[in-house]
């Protein structure tokens, strides 16, 4: 079974920093996509960045400059390092994996984990 563990979420006052993390296992395809979301309960979850299994990376306008989307693959582990953090990133944020990134919606998805910012 594909897994996914999450962690480096925690609550921060605005303008400070925190990286995310995601460790991978079970996933068997040699090609694959990984990404992050996020979902404010009562509202529909954001694709927040993606990276493509040549290392492109692509950003929701709203998180570009201040988010960095990056992998370990010797550790099978994805990062998310959030910068300049602002109230409005307040959100439950998913680590996701497919085998494309058309797939990430309907791929894996970690147990999420809470972000605050005030």
């Known amino acids: 079974h594909v897994q996914l563990v999450e962690s480096g979420g925690g609550s921060v006052q605005a303008g400070g920093s925190l990286r995310l993390s995601c460790l991978v296992s079970g996933f068997t395809y040699s090609s694959y996509c990984m990404g992050w979301f996020r979902q404010t309960p009562g509202k529909e979850r954001e694709g927040v960045a993606h990276?493509?299994?040549?290392?492109?990376?692509r950003y929701t306008d709203s998180v570009k400059g201040r988010f960095t989307i990056s992998q370990d693959r010797a550790k099978n582990t994805l990062y998310l390092q959030m910068n300049s953090l602002k109230p409005e990133d307040t959100d439950m944020y998913y680590c996701?994996?497919?085998?494309?990134?058309?797939?990430?919606?309907?791929?894996?998805w970690g147990q999420g984990t809470q972000v605050t910012v005030s």
């Open positions: 996701t994996i497919a085998s494309a990134c058309s797939r990430l919606m309907t791929g894996w």
């Open positions: 990276i493509d299994n040549d290392g492109r990376t």
